[in-house]
């Protein structure tokens, strides 16, 4: 569960530095699941992917990649981030 949760925060600051080829959300979700089952499961990757992109837009995701990131904004994502991930591991459960 750490490492998915370290691997989540570093997919918002790599989302700031992929240039896109189809679109941005394409390349979102390939390099998200990518990385995220490399540490976890793919119905609980697929289930935050799903939750994340009700909750933020690519352009809300690359900016919490990128230096112009206020604190307040960073710590709601982590806030959101484990609200997600929670909500996904007791779904997966059932």
């Known amino acids: 569960m750490k490492k998915f949760f ?5 997919t918002a600051g790599v989302l700031g530095l992929t240039a896109c080829s189809n679109s941005e959300e394409e390349m979102f ?5 990518e990385s995220c089952t ?8 697929e289930c935050s992917y799903d939750e994340i992109m ?3 837009t690519i352009d809300e995701l690359k900016q ?3 230096s112009k990131s206020d ?3 960073s710590q709601q994502f982590i806030q959101d981030l484990s609200g997600i991930i929670l909500k996904c591991h007791q779904k997966n459960k059932e």
């Not at 370290?6 to 570093?10: A, G, H, V």
């Not at 979700?29 to 699941?33: A, G, T, V």
């Open 64 to 66: 919490l990649g990128t």
């Open 38 to 45: 490399d540490g976890a499961d793919k119905q609980l990757c």
């Open 54 to 56: 009700k909750k933020y």
């Open 29 to 33: 979700k390939k390099h998200y699941m």
């Open 71 to 73: 604190e307040a904004s």
């Open 6 to 10: 370290i691997f989540m925060l570093l």
